[in-house]
């Protein structure tokens, strides 16, 4: 029995209709899932990436998602102020190391342009308008 390749176009549509079933903490989760998984795939093939690839990499690891980034923020607050718990300890000690998943990623993907345009990271840094200090979480 042949199988039959269904087209990526048609995978792509079902996967679209599928998030955009998903509730706002379920699409969230999805969102964290996903863009570390393409840390991750794209961290194996630097050298095979596009320019706008890189960039894209560096921009989707500049920051956690938006409701992730305010719960670290706010955890750092409470521990910086001695005041947290201890389930609270082990979220933070995870969106910390996320955040330093994405740090990597994101180096990567910055040394990778710089080394293609002959240059160092500071200098790409400023290119995109990175802020040197910039702590990105």
Do not use: C, Y
């Not at 095979?48 to 690839?53: G, H, K, P, R, V």
């Not at 290119?127 to 990105?136: S, T, V």
């Amino acid at each position: 029995m042949a199988s039959v390749r269904t087209p990526k176009k048609r995978i792509v549509g079902k996967l679209l209709t599928a998030v955009k079933q998903l509730t706002s903490v379920e699409l969230q989760q999805f969102e964290r899932g996903f863009i570390e998984w393409i840390g991750q795939a794209k961290a194996r093939n630097w050298h095979e990436m596009d320019e706008d690839t890189l960039l894209e990499t560096i921009r989707l690891n500049t920051s956690l998602p938006a409701m992730d980034q305010r719960r670290f923020n706010r955890l750092r607050r409470k521990l910086q102020a001695e005041q947290l718990l201890k389930p609270e300890e082990k979220e933070l000690q995870s969106l910390w190391q996320r955040a330093e998943r994405m740090t990597v990623t994101r180096l990567r993907a910055l040394a990778e342009l710089a080394r293609r345009r002959g240059t160092d990271v500071k200098s790409v840094m400023r290119q995109l308008g990175i802020p040197e200090n910039k702590n990105a979480f």
